[in-house]
């Protein structure tokens, strides 16, 4: 069997949530194989994230360079491509890092490619099944894949448990294999995202808002709600792309993390990016018209309902009280 | 700059529920409303501000059947200058390196400084800008929602976790994949469809792209989906039924025992 590779991001010297989840995904391919930690970067930070690696992977490899300070995907793509065997089996988080470099990285290993992975069902000879899923989450596929040649495949974060037994490898350093690193793609800054008038990571209680409200003008039913309850008003993508409300409010990967008690989705049909901002185990409450609509899954109590209908008849009951 | 953005059609799930076909082997297709991928708005407008900015031409293009043509028509009404259709029997069934294998040959038959697409479709994969740029040797950056168009060069910002924006200077020819929100796309009213209804889209098939059609398409696939199904979903939410004063009661008990409401 070929080699397993789960490439580590970190930040600041320490490993990102999915480094502990690869290893697992990495089980359920080969059991039995060892598990190689590859982890690109630079300098004392990279080091202490070795350090930490090798106690849990049976294997790090070390790739250090300059121009490896920042994770700029072209440039970790020449890293793994020069130091990597061909046949691999590469295991990255599909974020927007793994986006960035899984689908090229497959091409240049010339090796397959599966996205946003949910579970791994296992192999039979050289081929891999695993789910995932499409439609914004309202099906759900097998799919096969032929990794004989070597494969690269996005784990969707968060579906695996972090595994915390130890394997206890060494650090390899193979700075020297990685080779010309110059890309056509430079790396300038990061620009933080501004604060909004509401805190909405702070929030006990937040009603939350998404495509189902149709229109602009109809956000002040949500804000009603939001009083009667005492509550603050947050969104998903949509309504921040539509300008609707500002970025601040977003909850989700792209957004913001919030751990509220009481978290209510209305209108939101609950893409995993968006169930990935809510932290801390709400009680969910999510108000959709259709009834396969994805945050049915993960809610609570949920209620098939147009918000356009609902909210106001709950916002006044409330104000009854 | 002349640009090229990857279209998409698509069953438009805002405007849908998804249903699973009784063999399992596909979506129930039958009076699903299809629109463009959402992202793919996105991208066109993007290409259209720029040209606007600095001069040239957008195409757009998609591989599809005769029903994609629909989807090239109506990007034309935003403002695309020209259409493409590359079409063959011969590219059903492709996975997405093979769907990135049919458009490197149509952007080789082109004089592109910049490809765009949308940063994903209805299988939510995210992966053909990524392997086109790839094939073509160009570089890459995913999730774009910002472009300063400069000289031989673009400004890019991409979205990344918690709501930072990550700076690039990149090089042309470049792929981009366009996130939604990047700007507001152009409503596209019946009359400007109209307008573009008689234009010519040439449709091109592997022998006019010069391709091995053996590279792509079913056989050629080493990833395939093999059914759909509906997961599992667990114990999933309670629901609510009744009459809407039966469940605002219900629904007002929970909140008050779980701290909802203050």
Not at chain 1, 4 to 25: Q, R
Not at chain 1, 207 to 236: H, P, Q, T, W, Y
Not at chain 2, 215 to 237: C, H, I, N, S
Request: hydrophobic share 40%; with cysteine.
């Amino acid at each position: 069997m070929a080699e397993v590779f789960a490439y580590i991001k970190h930040a600041d010297g320490v490993a990102e949530d999915s480094a502990l989840e690869l290893i697992v995904a990495a089980k359920k391919i080969a059991p039995d194989a060892p598990v190689t930690a590859v982890i690109t970067g630079s300098g004392a930070d990279l080091d202490k994230v070795c350090n930490e690696m090798a106690a849990i992977y049976n294997a790090v490899w070390k790739i250090d360079n300059a121009a490896l300070a920042y994770p700029n995907a072209e440039v970790v793509r020449k890293a793994l491509v020069n130091t990597l065997p061909g046949d691999s089996i590469v295991l990255l988080p599909h974020d927007t890092f793994g986006m960035d470099l899984g689908p090229g990285l497959s091409i240049k290993m010339d090796s397959t490619f599966v996205a946003d992975i949910v579970e791994i069902e296992g192999t039979d000879g050289g081929t891999l099944k695993i789910v995932r899923q499409e439609f914004s989450g309202m099906a759900s596929a097998h799919v096969t894949c032929d990794i004989s040649g070597g494969t690269v495949l996005n784990i969707r974060p968060g579906v695996y448990q972090p595994d915390e037994s130890k394997a206890g490898g060494e650090v390899v350093d193979k700075s020297g294999d990685a080779g010309d690193l110059s890309v056509k793609r430079t790396f300038i800054e990061v620009v933080e995202a501004e604060a909004g008038d509401v805190d909405i990571t702070k929030s006990e209680i937040l009603v939350s808002v998404g495509r189902g409200i149709e229109d602009e003008d109809n956000v002040e039913i949500v804000f009603d709600l939001a009083k009667a309850m005492g509550a603050d008003v947050s969104c998903s993508r949509p309504i921040v792309d539509a300008k609707w409300l500002e970025k601040s409010r977003q909850v989700g990967t792209s957004g913001q993390t919030v751990k509220p008690k009481v978290y209510m989705a209305m209108g939101i049909s609950g893409s995993f990016q968006h169930l990935g901002g809510i932290k801390g185990n709400p009680f969910i409450v999510a108000v959709n018209k259709n009834a396969k609509a994805p945050i049915f899954q993960v809610a609570d109590v949920g209620i098939e309902a147009d918000i356009l209908e609902f909210i106001p008849e709950l916002t006044e009951a409330i104000e009854g009280l | 700059m002349e640009i090229l953005v990857c279209v998409k059609r698509v069953p438009d799930t805002s405007e849908n529920e998804i249903e699973i076909n009784s063999d399992g082997n596909d979506i129930e297709r039958d009076d699903l409303v299809y629109s463009v991928n959402e992202w793919d708005n996105y991208a066109v407008e993007e290409a259209i501000q720029i040209v606007d900015k600095v001069g040239g031409s957008v195409t757009v293009v998609t591989v599809g059947d005769d029903e994609s043509e629909e989807v090239l028509r109506r990007e034309m009404a935003m403002g695309a200058n020209n259409g493409l259709l590359l079409t063959d029997d011969a590219f059903e069934g492709s996975d997405g390196k093979g769907i990135a294998t049919i458009l490197k040959a149509a952007v080789e038959k082109g004089n592109y400084d910049l490809i765009m697409t949308g940063a994903q479709a209805d299988e939510g994969a995210a992966q053909v800008g990524g392997m086109l740029a790839a094939l073509m040797d160009y570089p890459y950056a995913s999730l774009v929602n910002l472009i300063e168009p400069g000289d031989g060069k673009l400004k890019v910002g991409r979205e990344i976790e918690g709501g930072n924006q990550e700076m690039n200077e990149i090089e042309l020819p470049c792929v981009l994949s366009i996130q939604t929100g990047i700007n507001e796309p152009r409503y596209v009213g019946i009359r400007g469809i109209r307008k573009v209804a008689s234009v010519d889209i040439p449709e091109l098939g592997a022998g006019d792209l010069g391709m091995d059609a053996g590279a792509v398409g079913a056989d050629a696939a080493k990833v395939k989906r093999l059914d759909y199904f509906v997961p599992d979903m667990g114990e999933g939410a309670e629901m609510l039924e009744g009459s809407t004063e039966e469940i605002i009661e219900k629904l007002i008990e929970y909140l008050k025992a779980k701290g909802g409401l203050k």
